[in-house]
């Protein structure tokens, strides 16, 4: 069975860093390629970023691009999410998924296996 784990979720001032981490089970986790979404109340899921499985390429929406960092240990079966220059935007729920498609990685569909969530709050 195949299970995504995320941690590191909490509350942190405007400016401040947070580390997200997702840990997978019941899958061949270099097979996948990784991504990190997120859901605020009351708005879709969005793409956050995404990896490929060698860990070589990364991907980042816009809103993100230049503040998260992607990157996986495939030796740990771990996603992580380096968020710095937290801004209350960036509050949601943040979720990792799993996918064997390389394309359309930016949308939720794509994804066959997701974790249940880590809430992150940007507030002073």
């Known amino acids: 069975q195949v299970q995504l784990v995320e941690s590191g979720g909490g509350l942190v001032q405007p400016g401040g860093s947070l580390r997200l981490s997702c840990a997978a089970s019941g899958v061949s986790f270099s097979s996948y390629d990784m991504g990190w979404f997120r859901q605020a109340p009351g708005k879709e899921r969005e793409f956050v970023a995404r990896i490929r499985r060698t860990g070589i390429n990364t991907y980042y929406a816009d809103s993100t691009a230049g503040r998260f960092t992607i990157s996986r240990d495939n030796a740990k079966n771990t996603v992580y999410l380096q968020m710095n220059s937290l801004k209350p935007e960036d509050t949601a729920v943040y979720f990792c998924?799993?996918?064997?498609?390389?394309?359309?990685?930016?949308?939720?569909?794509?994804?066959?296996?997701w974790g249940q969530g880590t809430q992150v709050t940007v507030s002073s």
């Open positions: 998924a799993a996918t064997t498609r390389v394309i359309g990685f930016t949308a939720p569909t794509t994804y066959a296996y």
